[in-house]
């Protein structure tokens, strides 16, 4: 047996664990779920079958394609706020607080990724809830007359999100903004640019492509997203995930929650295709 | 200008704090309701919540499932890792596609696939179900991690170590395993995390042992509790400890 035959049976042998698993636990039961999704409920039993009825069923019942648009609605919102007020963060931190206090400060504006997901959420209820401190500090004050009705709606789904995704984005901003050279800055400042034009006309531009790249990853993991929108947002707006649980929880309705899934997914890989020209996954 | 940049990090802080803030001190609410007027410092809701028994089952299944699903993930992708960046395999962009595809893929989708595969082949779903989605989840990310940490410095090592008749496995335990260790230490780590963490996987794969998660879920079906803060303040506090512990332990080896 030559050497370059025995180097490829030993790689092989290296990657079939990964490769095997990879296929057994994610392309199988993909597969299984987008044959499911052609499949038809007969009263409780599901038939398989090549219907296109439940694809049919989202496009034409305004009950479930409204979940998609509010999906989008509240993904879109929560993705652009959450740019914006992360970008003056991660670059106050990069370029006002001294050298020897940014891990501390990075560290500091992270602190609740600590807690748990799941207790985020219930976290946020408890601010903004009707005897919430938010409601009790605003009638304490004399700026509002009678409590406000916040949890429930789609403001609170997009108030949790948006905390989550401010803590992530200020992250990945502020690794970008130390990574470029300071010469660039020193550059626009020597020809005349003023601070907000340099940080305008020149270190904007230069980190649009992590911005982008971490923009895309709030739209991935919001618009996936179960829990928040579940605590937060209650059951009067459901997103497309809680449609899709609520298919597989109180209807057993495995082949229309197959299909939106589905849906889900073609979503996202639409979002990715709109966005990789300027994505930079390696940049993360 | 410049006082305005402080005012901004100052309101920005506020914001991301307020929430574990109003979650740590109601924790310590003596009275039924973790929301305003605060009525005193007790500490029966810690006590409850220690002395919980479906807690701190579910508190033993999270750890479990997170190291070793952690584990087996990191083994799987520190070998493949090895495999792809060592041996010019035939399509190997396509091998590192396939590896990295559940990456992009929701842990919802995720996880309604494989409650489909296992409901079609007649699996119980336990704990063991949920340890394989969060493989499923991980092993990416440590194939990422490690594939992105071997360089040039670790293959000439390898190869002298070939050289001087070392086995494959040999090569593997003795050579790049130690020189990868702080890559395979984050992969671990950063696995460990979001396994502890994961929520859907976990509710839709368990059924009687469930994770901690899935408990504290089942926790907020019953309404505000102070009970609920307790929990999320003592997993906060234990997270915060084993960041600052990890972050010493780097810094104390950097220098």
Not at chain 2, 23 to 32: E, I
Not at chain 2, 129 to 143: D, E, K, Q, R, S
Not at chain 2, 147 to 167: C, F, H, P
Request: with cysteine; aromatic share 10%; hydrophobic share 60%.
């Amino acid at each position: 047996m030559s050497l370059a035959a025995r180097d490829r049976r030993v790689g092989w042998g290296l990657v079939a664990p990964a490769l095997i698993w990879t296929c057994a636990f994610f392309a199988v039961p993909f597969a299984a779920m987008l044959a499911l999704s052609f499949a038809r409920m007969e009263g409780r039993a599901v038939v398989p079958g090549l219907d296109p009825g439940n694809y049919v069923r989202f496009f034409s019942e305004w009950a479930l394609f409204k979940a998609l648009l509010t999906s989008l609605e509240i993904t879109l919102v929560v993705t652009v706020v959450s740019v914006m007020l992360a970008y003056p963060l991660a670059a106050i931190i990069a370029f006002r607080v001294p050298p020897r206090w940014q891990r501390l400060a990075l560290l500091l504006a992270v602190l609740p990724f600590w807690t748990s997901y799941v207790v985020r959420s219930y976290a946020w209820l408890l601010v903004l809830g009707q005897n919430g401190v938010l409601n009790k500090a605003l009638l304490g004050a004399g700026l509002i007359a009678a409590p406000l009705e916040i949890v429930a709606t789609r403001t609170a789904t997009v108030i949790g999100f948006v905390h989550f995704f401010v803590m992530l984005l200020t992250l990945t901003i502020y690794a970008n903004l130390v990574q470029l050279s300071p010469n660039y800055a020193r550059a626009a400042r020597d020809l005349g640019a003023g601070g907000v034009q340099v940080l305008w006309f020149v270190i904007l531009p230069l980190t649009l492509p992590g911005v982008v790249t971490g923009a895309f990853l709030t739209f991935v993991l919001c618009i996936g997203d179960y829990i928040t929108p579940q605590i937060l947002g209650g059951n009067n707006d459901l997103t497309l995930p809680q449609l899709i649980m609520l298919q597989l929880g109180r209807s057993g309705n495995f082949p229309l929650a197959s299909a939106l899934s589905v849906v889900l997914m073609v979503v996202v890989t639409v979002a990715y295709a709109g966005s990789a020209r300027w994505l930079r996954l390696d940049r993360l | 200008m410049r006082g305005l940049g402080w005012v901004y990090l100052a309101a920005g802080y506020g914001f991301i704090l307020l929430p574990v803030a109003v979650l740590v001190v109601f924790s310590f609410q003596d009275g039924r309701l973790p929301v305003p007027p605060f009525q005193g410092v007790s500490l029966k809701w810690h006590a409850q919540v220690l002395s919980d028994r479906n807690l701190m089952a579910a508190l033993a299944n999270s750890a479990l499932v997170a190291g070793v699903s952690s584990a087996v993930a990191l083994i799987m992708g520190f070998l493949a890792a090895h495999g792809l960046a060592r041996v010019h395999l035939p399509g190997s962009v396509w091998l590192r596609g396939l590896l990295m595809a559940p990456m992009t893929v929701s842990a919802l989708i995720l996880a309604l696939g494989l409650l489909t595969l296992f409901n079609q082949t007649g699996l119980r779903l336990s704990l063991w179900t949920a340890g394989v989605g969060h493989v499923v989840l991980n092993l990416p990310l440590c194939f990422a991690i490690c594939y992105a940490a071997m360089g040039d410095q670790q293959k000439a090592a390898e190869r002298a170590a070939r050289d001087l008749g070392a086995t494959e496995v040999q090569v593997l335990w003795l050579v790049s395993a130690p020189m990868l260790a702080p890559a395979l230490l984050a992969a671990f780590f950063l696995s460990v995390t979001f396994s502890w963490d994961e929520f859907i996987l976990a509710f839709l794969l368990t059924r009687f042992d469930v994770t901690l998660p899935v408990e504290i879920w089942s926790m907020l079906r019953s309404g505000l509790s102070p009970a609920t803060n307790a929990v999320g303040s003592l997993v906060f506090v234990v997270s915060v400890i084993a960041v600052v512990l990890a972050e010493v332990l780097v810094f104390a080896r950097k220098r």
